[in-house]
């Protein structure tokens, strides 16, 4: 039998008192209904193809063709593929995570999220699993294509901890991507100039195309704080073994424990910021205010 | 000329002329004056929307954060590979990437614009059926943008003269040159930007990231970064009709005289085709405007056609979402 189907209660409060099981239910459905379009679009828009995997990978081969200009070592080049297939990820997080929020208040959906029966915390994260298959398949595209193309020699020993290191990075990332959604949906016009703020600041310091390790204090602040710039660091300690680069920064292991740390702290704060700044929002009668 | 101008006689308001009938002056409207009229309340509704959602002291740090962080990351690249030892190569990429803010700024102007109005606001096919020619509004919007962008390249500059030893000196800039590559890439980059606008008529919301995706493609075959020579030859030829390859290159002749060809160099195409080494100052403007017009005409029939097709599918009141 449905946890939808109607049933006769003796009060509108007895009929609002859901079971876990009508809760878990709806809150999964959500998940799965927030990340369908998602996950549908990338088969309906062919334009896709051509903008955010072609385009992005031109973007990446331009720092490739930079080393190429300064005879840099090899393993260089893998440097700098591998910082092109994660920016997908952040891209994707700063744009249809942090953004969200504040699209939906644009476009008006915003009150339908919060009046309907569910979690905003499985709207999050379904955005974010859509967002994450999305994103994937630029990143493996753009991976693949780049280290045939550029020749990348990968030299790999652990590859358990480089995948737990991977999909740590992007619980992390994703984490953060919820968190931000909760902040800018008090923002206002400012937060599409926060998105924009975020890409090539965030970019540098992360040490996308160059080990972090060169950026010395700020390259520790950028480890201690931003999932992509801990993530990226682990990755290519573990994925060019034996490469002759700046190191200094952690063990790949105690990298991927900071990720771990990121990703509990960032989804706490998100729920706790949401619940906030949702209170805030409602009494402030912010949650329908548009285009300011 | 002063026929159109003045209002005609009998007129109050928009009320019906005296003798009752339709006036077909009113349709006309006043040329050139209308025209400037509504580039001039576009450009500045685009500034307002620019630069009004903040304090002036964080609309700095946001204007020149992005190309100065570009900066930095190939400055980095470059002192990690070679120790900085080779300031030329070093004043190449800080003016390239200065430059650079400029065409980034400028292509998503237009384009940021359409998806602004439409998206957003809900405002385009308002826009689009007042009196104004929708194409002249767009363009006032996109110059706000420009201008802040412009902002963002002349800050990067001075922080690339002050703070990484870029070596400019005033006395050695060309400033005929300087002015005449100035006007005649700024155009082309209208003309690109005007491209990309007519590609978001057609596409979704997501397409607020394509600006910058088209610019990142744009970046590897203009010689910004690097010298076109390191490019495979058929890269090097789409590089060589790209009017930004000749704005970028005149620029930095004219400002850093002394800084390697982006165009030539040894075994470049351009080396290999022409016999000289790099191309000289008259050769550069002519390229730039061979090409930007080339691009001017191409990008102002896609236009054309795009918003044809937006007009015929209701894509100008169409929202998406994912």
């Keep these: ?292 | 000329m002063s026929e159109s101008t003045d209002e005609p006689k009998g007129l109050v308001g928009l009320g019906s002329p005296d003798w009752g009938g339709f006036d077909r002056a009113r349709t006309r409207g006043r040329g050139v004056r209308d025209v400037w009229g509504s580039f001039r309340t576009a450009a500045l509704i685009g500034w307002q929307m620019e630069a009004n959602w903040t304090d002036p002291v964080l609309f700095f740090i946001y204007s020149v954060a992005k190309p100065v962080s570009g900066a930095l990351i190939l400055v980095v690249m470059l002192d990690i590979i070679s120790g900085g030892a080779d300031p030329g190569y070093r004043a190449f990429v800080v003016v390239g990437t200065a430059l650079w803010a400029v065409v980034l700024a400028g292509i998503s102007g237009l384009a940021w614009s359409i998806l602004d109005d439409r998206e957003r606001y809900r405002m385009l096919k308002y826009v689009y059926v007042c009196p104004s020619d929708f194409r002249v509004v767009l363009l006032g919007r996109g110059v706000a943008r420009l201008a802040v962008g412009a902002a963002g390249g002349v800050i990067t500059l001075a922080v690339g003269v002050l703070a990484l030893g870029v070596p400019l000196d005033p006395a050695a800039i060309e400033p005929g040159l300087l002015t005449l590559v100035m006007i005649l890439g700024l155009a082309a980059i209208v003309a690109i930007a005007v491209l990309i606008a007519a590609i978001c008529l057609q596409t979704r919301q997501e397409s607020w990231s394509y600006p910058d995706a088209v610019g990142g493609a744009l970046l590897l075959v203009s010689g910004v970064v690097f010298p076109l020579s390191v490019l495979p030859l058929p890269l090097q030829a789409i590089g060589l009709i790209t009017p930004l390859t000749w704005w970028v290159e005149g620029v930095r002749r004219a400002l850093v005289p002394g800084t390697p060809s982006s165009i030539g160099g040894a075994g470049s195409l351009w080396a290999t085709t022409t016999g000289s080494l790099a191309p000289d100052a008259p050769t550069i403007v002519v390229a730039l405007l061979a090409t930007g017009a080339l691009v001017t005409l191409g990008a102002t029939g896609i236009f054309r056609l795009s918003e044809g097709r937006a007009r015929d599918r209701g894509l100008l009141d169409q929202t998406t979402g994912s």
Excluded: C
């Design chain 1, 1 to 292: 039998m449905s946890v939808y189907e109607f049933r006769r209660t003796v009060s509108p409060q007895a009929a609002a008192a859901w079971t876990p099981r009508q809760v878990l239910l709806t809150n999964l459905r959500a998940v799965g209904g927030r990340a369908y379009p998602r996950v549908h679009g990338l088969f309906r828009e062919k334009s896709w193809v051509f903008f955010e995997v072609l385009l992005p990978f031109l973007s990446t081969s331009t720092f490739v063709f930079v080393y190429r200009a300064l005879r840099a070592p090899p393993e260089y080049i893998g440097f700098v593929v591998l910082g092109g297939a994660m920016t997908a990820f952040w891209l994707n997080v700063i744009w249809m995570m942090a953004s969200q929020l504040w699209w939906e208040k644009s476009q008006g959906n915003l009150e339908l999220y919060f009046a309907a029966p569910m979690s905003i915390m499985s709207v999050l994260f379904g955005m974010a699993l859509g967002g994450m298959v999305m994103s994937s398949t630029r990143a493996v595209i753009v991976l693949a294509v780049a280290s045939l193309l550029y020749e990348v020699r990968f030299a790999i020993d652990q590859w358990l901890l480089l995948l737990t290191v991977f999909f740590l990075t992007l619980a992390a990332l994703y984490g953060l991507g919820m968190m931000l959604a909760s902040l800018f949906l008090v923002w206002g016009r400012e937060a599409f100039q926060m998105s924009q703020l975020f890409t090539e600041p965030v970019y540098f310091v992360s040490g996308l195309n160059f080990p972090v390790a060169r950026l010395g204090l700020l390259g520790a602040l950028a480890l201690a704080t931003i999932p992509l710039a801990v993530g990226l660091d682990a990755m290519r300690q573990l994925a060019f073994i034996g490469a002759n680069f700046p190191i200094g920064t952690p063990t790949p292991e105690v990298e991927a424990l900071i990720l771990v740390v990121m990703t509990v702290v960032f989804l706490a704060a998100a729920r706790w910021m949401l619940r906030t700044l949702e209170r805030r929002a409602r009494r402030e009668g912010r949650l329908s205010v548009r285009w300011q």
